[in-house]
Protein backbone atom coordinates (compact mmCIF):
# COMPACT_ATOMS: atom_id res chain seq x y z
CA UNK A 1 0.00 0.00 0.00
CA UNK A 2 0.92 3.55 0.62
CA UNK A 3 0.95 5.85 2.87
CA UNK A 4 -0.84 9.26 2.18
CA UNK A 5 -1.53 12.26 3.95
CA UNK A 6 -4.00 15.21 3.17
CA UNK A 7 -3.84 18.83 4.78
CA UNK A 8 -5.87 20.10 5.90
CA UNK A 9 -8.33 17.34 7.51
CA UNK A 10 -11.40 19.83 7.78
CA UNK A 11 -12.32 23.38 7.41
CA UNK A 12 -15.65 25.38 7.41
CA UNK A 13 -15.12 28.33 5.15
CA UNK A 14 -17.26 30.79 3.34
CA UNK A 15 -19.90 30.93 0.81
CA UNK A 16 -17.35 32.27 -2.10
CA UNK A 17 -13.64 31.57 -0.93
CA UNK A 18 -11.63 28.57 -2.06
CA UNK A 19 -9.83 26.23 -0.63
CA UNK A 20 -6.61 24.63 -1.39
CA UNK A 21 -6.53 20.58 -0.04
CA UNK A 22 -2.81 19.00 -0.15
CA UNK A 23 -2.29 15.26 -0.89
CA UNK A 24 1.20 13.97 -0.16
CA UNK A 25 2.54 10.31 -0.44
CA UNK A 26 5.48 8.46 0.86
CA UNK A 27 6.19 7.27 -2.56
CA UNK A 28 6.31 8.41 -6.21
CA UNK A 29 3.63 7.25 -7.78
CA UNK A 30 2.05 7.32 -11.43
CA UNK A 31 -1.32 7.82 -11.09
CA UNK A 32 -2.79 10.34 -8.37
CA UNK A 33 -6.76 11.02 -8.17
CA UNK A 34 -9.55 13.31 -6.38
CA UNK A 35 -12.88 12.46 -5.40
CA UNK A 36 -15.52 13.70 -3.73
CA UNK A 37 -18.41 11.85 -1.37
CA UNK A 38 -21.22 14.49 -0.76
CA UNK A 39 -23.44 13.79 2.15
CA UNK A 40 -25.02 10.37 1.95
CA UNK A 41 -23.67 9.52 -1.20
CA UNK A 42 -21.02 7.87 -2.61
CA UNK A 43 -17.61 8.55 -4.16
CA UNK A 44 -17.31 10.75 -7.56
CA UNK A 45 -14.23 10.85 -9.29
CA UNK A 46 -13.21 14.29 -10.12
CA UNK A 47 -10.35 14.11 -12.24
CA UNK A 48 -7.11 12.49 -12.98
CA UNK A 49 -3.78 14.50 -11.76
CA UNK A 50 -1.23 14.03 -14.30
CA UNK A 51 2.26 15.05 -13.70
CA UNK A 52 3.97 17.17 -16.07
CA UNK A 53 0.59 17.50 -17.46
CA UNK A 54 -2.99 19.52 -17.18
CA UNK A 55 -5.30 17.37 -15.15
CA UNK A 56 -8.10 14.83 -17.08
CA UNK A 57 -11.48 15.78 -15.70
CA UNK A 58 -14.34 13.78 -15.30
CA UNK A 59 -17.95 14.94 -16.66
CA UNK A 60 -19.80 17.36 -14.27
CA UNK A 61 -16.38 18.27 -13.29
CA UNK A 62 -14.44 21.75 -15.02
CA UNK A 63 -10.72 23.02 -14.26
CA UNK A 64 -12.08 26.36 -13.21
CA UNK A 65 -13.95 24.75 -10.33
CA UNK A 66 -11.43 22.67 -8.94
CA UNK A 67 -7.90 23.41 -10.64
CA UNK A 68 -5.54 20.54 -9.81
CA UNK A 69 -1.89 20.68 -9.91
CA UNK A 70 0.86 17.71 -9.69
CA UNK A 71 4.16 19.31 -9.84
CA UNK A 72 6.12 16.11 -9.04
CA UNK A 73 5.51 12.13 -8.62
CA UNK A 74 4.66 12.53 -4.93
CA UNK A 75 2.37 15.74 -4.14
CA UNK A 76 -0.70 17.57 -5.55
CA UNK A 77 -3.32 19.91 -4.81
CA UNK A 78 -7.14 20.26 -5.50
CA UNK A 79 -8.70 23.60 -4.92
CA UNK A 80 -12.62 24.64 -4.82
CA UNK A 81 -12.98 27.86 -6.11
CA UNK A 82 -15.91 30.01 -5.46
CA UNK A 83 -17.14 27.58 -2.99
CA UNK A 84 -21.11 27.43 -2.36
CA UNK A 85 -23.11 25.02 0.37
CA UNK A 86 -23.28 22.50 -2.20
CA UNK A 87 -19.45 22.17 -1.75
CA UNK A 88 -20.04 20.99 1.12
CA UNK A 89 -18.47 17.07 0.71
CA UNK A 90 -15.47 14.82 1.80
CA UNK A 91 -12.34 15.22 -0.95
CA UNK A 92 -9.96 12.21 -0.45
CA UNK A 93 -7.27 11.69 -3.20
CA UNK A 94 -6.52 8.56 -4.29
CA UNK A 95 -3.40 7.26 -6.19
CA UNK A 96 -2.16 3.75 -7.87
CA UNK A 97 1.33 2.75 -6.06
CA UNK A 98 1.59 0.06 -8.96
CA UNK A 99 1.28 1.43 -12.91
CA UNK A 100 -1.62 -1.55 -14.36
CA UNK A 101 -2.53 -2.69 -10.92
CA UNK A 102 -5.68 -1.07 -10.75
CA UNK A 103 -5.75 -1.24 -7.01
CA UNK A 104 -5.95 3.07 -5.47
CA UNK A 105 -5.25 3.68 -2.07
CA UNK A 106 -6.87 6.26 -0.36
CA UNK A 107 -5.98 9.39 1.89
CA UNK A 108 -7.62 10.09 5.12
CA UNK A 109 -10.07 12.66 3.41
CA UNK A 110 -11.03 16.40 3.69
CA UNK A 111 -14.17 17.41 5.16
CA UNK A 112 -15.26 20.51 4.10
CA UNK A 113 -18.30 22.35 5.49
CA UNK A 114 -19.21 25.49 2.84
CA UNK A 115 -21.71 27.99 5.29
CA UNK B 1 -27.28 6.48 -13.75
CA UNK B 2 -26.09 4.34 -10.95
CA UNK B 3 -23.79 1.82 -12.23
CA UNK B 4 -22.82 0.26 -9.49
CA UNK B 5 -25.81 -0.48 -6.70
CA UNK B 6 -25.89 -1.62 -3.35
CA UNK B 7 -29.38 -1.86 -2.58
CA UNK B 8 -28.75 -2.26 1.68
CA UNK B 9 -27.58 0.20 2.83
CA UNK B 10 -27.62 -1.36 5.98
CA UNK B 11 -26.66 -4.64 7.75
CA UNK B 12 -26.72 -6.32 11.22
CA UNK B 13 -25.21 -9.20 12.04
CA UNK B 14 -23.76 -11.27 15.43
CA UNK B 15 -20.23 -11.42 15.71
CA UNK B 16 -18.78 -15.20 14.91
CA UNK B 17 -21.86 -15.40 11.99
CA UNK B 18 -20.93 -14.72 8.46
CA UNK B 19 -21.90 -11.43 6.76
CA UNK B 20 -22.56 -11.24 3.66
CA UNK B 21 -22.33 -7.73 2.03
CA UNK B 22 -23.99 -7.42 -2.02
CA UNK B 23 -23.14 -5.80 -4.58
CA UNK B 24 -25.00 -5.28 -8.35
CA UNK B 25 -23.53 -3.50 -11.33
CA UNK B 26 -25.21 -2.50 -14.71
CA UNK B 27 -21.99 -2.05 -16.98
CA UNK B 28 -21.01 -5.33 -18.72
CA UNK B 29 -17.34 -3.28 -19.76
CA UNK B 30 -16.55 -3.72 -16.12
CA UNK B 31 -14.42 -6.11 -15.77
CA UNK B 32 -11.96 -5.57 -12.20
CA UNK B 33 -14.26 -5.18 -9.09
CA UNK B 34 -12.58 -4.08 -6.00
CA UNK B 35 -13.96 -4.09 -2.16
CA UNK B 36 -13.35 -0.93 0.21
CA UNK B 37 -14.13 -0.52 4.06
CA UNK B 38 -14.53 3.10 5.67
CA UNK B 39 -14.04 4.17 9.20
CA UNK B 40 -15.53 7.52 10.40
CA UNK B 41 -13.22 10.39 9.83
CA UNK B 42 -10.38 7.61 7.75
CA UNK B 43 -10.56 7.39 3.72
CA UNK B 44 -11.28 3.58 1.99
CA UNK B 45 -9.14 1.25 2.87
CA UNK B 46 -8.85 -1.52 0.28
CA UNK B 47 -10.16 -4.94 1.06
CA UNK B 48 -9.96 -7.62 -1.90
CA UNK B 49 -10.41 -7.34 -5.54
CA UNK B 50 -11.44 -9.94 -8.15
CA UNK B 51 -10.81 -10.12 -12.36
CA UNK B 52 -13.68 -10.86 -14.31
CA UNK B 53 -11.65 -13.64 -15.35
CA UNK B 54 -12.37 -15.45 -11.63
CA UNK B 55 -15.51 -16.56 -10.11
CA UNK B 56 -13.61 -15.99 -6.55
CA UNK B 57 -11.02 -14.66 -4.78
CA UNK B 58 -10.23 -15.35 -1.09
CA UNK B 59 -7.79 -13.32 1.93
CA UNK B 60 -8.16 -15.05 4.94
CA UNK B 61 -11.94 -14.10 6.49
CA UNK B 62 -12.73 -12.16 3.24
CA UNK B 63 -13.73 -13.98 0.19
CA UNK B 64 -15.68 -12.13 -3.34
CA UNK B 65 -17.51 -13.87 -5.56
CA UNK B 66 -18.40 -13.11 -9.09
CA UNK B 67 -21.15 -13.79 -11.36
CA UNK B 68 -20.43 -12.07 -14.47
CA UNK B 69 -23.59 -13.33 -16.17
CA UNK B 70 -26.33 -11.82 -13.02
CA UNK B 71 -23.48 -8.50 -12.55
CA UNK B 72 -23.49 -9.47 -9.10
CA UNK B 73 -20.70 -9.96 -7.09
CA UNK B 74 -20.51 -10.26 -3.34
CA UNK B 75 -17.92 -9.97 0.09
CA UNK B 76 -18.37 -12.60 2.52
CA UNK B 77 -16.68 -11.90 6.31
CA UNK B 78 -16.74 -15.26 8.26
CA UNK B 79 -16.22 -15.09 11.70
CA UNK B 80 -17.25 -11.46 11.58
CA UNK B 81 -15.53 -9.55 14.14
CA UNK B 82 -16.62 -6.16 16.02
CA UNK B 83 -13.49 -4.42 14.16
CA UNK B 84 -15.15 -5.10 11.01
CA UNK B 85 -18.00 -2.91 12.12
CA UNK B 86 -17.97 -0.02 9.03
CA UNK B 87 -18.67 1.02 5.58
CA UNK B 88 -18.57 -1.16 2.94
CA UNK B 89 -18.14 -0.26 -0.98
CA UNK B 90 -17.73 -1.92 -4.09
CA UNK B 91 -15.88 -0.45 -6.70
CA UNK B 92 -15.95 -1.21 -10.23
CA UNK B 93 -13.53 -0.28 -12.92
CA UNK B 94 -12.54 -1.05 -16.56
CA UNK B 95 -9.24 -2.93 -16.29
CA UNK B 96 -6.82 -0.14 -17.54
CA UNK B 97 -9.01 3.04 -17.20
CA UNK B 98 -8.18 3.83 -13.90
CA UNK B 99 -11.73 5.37 -12.78
CA UNK B 100 -13.20 3.40 -10.23
CA UNK B 101 -17.21 3.22 -10.02
CA UNK B 102 -18.43 3.26 -7.05
CA UNK B 103 -21.41 1.82 -5.03
CA UNK B 104 -23.58 3.71 -2.27
CA UNK B 105 -21.98 1.85 0.26
CA UNK B 106 -23.45 -0.73 3.01
CA UNK B 107 -23.27 0.36 6.88
CA UNK B 108 -22.12 -3.09 8.44
CA UNK B 109 -22.32 -3.46 12.10
CA UNK B 110 -21.45 -6.48 14.15
CA UNK B 111 -23.00 -7.17 17.29
CA UNK B 112 -21.03 -8.83 20.41
Known amino acids: SAVISQKPSRDICQRGTSLTIQCQVD?????MFWYRQQPGQSLTLIAT?????????ESGFVIDKFPISRPNLTFSTLTVSNMSPEDSSIYLC????????????FGPGTRLTVL | DQQVKQNSPSLSVQEGRISILNCDYT??????FLWYKKYPAEGPTFLIS?????DKNEDGRFTVFLNKSAKHLSLHIVPSQPGDSAVYFC???????????FGQGTRLTINP
Open chain 1, 94 to 105: SVEKTPRTDTQY
Open chain 1, 27 to 31: SQVTM
Open chain 1, 49 to 57: ANQGSEATY
Open chain 2, 27 to 32: NSMFDY
Open chain 2, 50 to 54: ISSIK
Open chain 2, 91 to 101: ASQIQGAQKLV
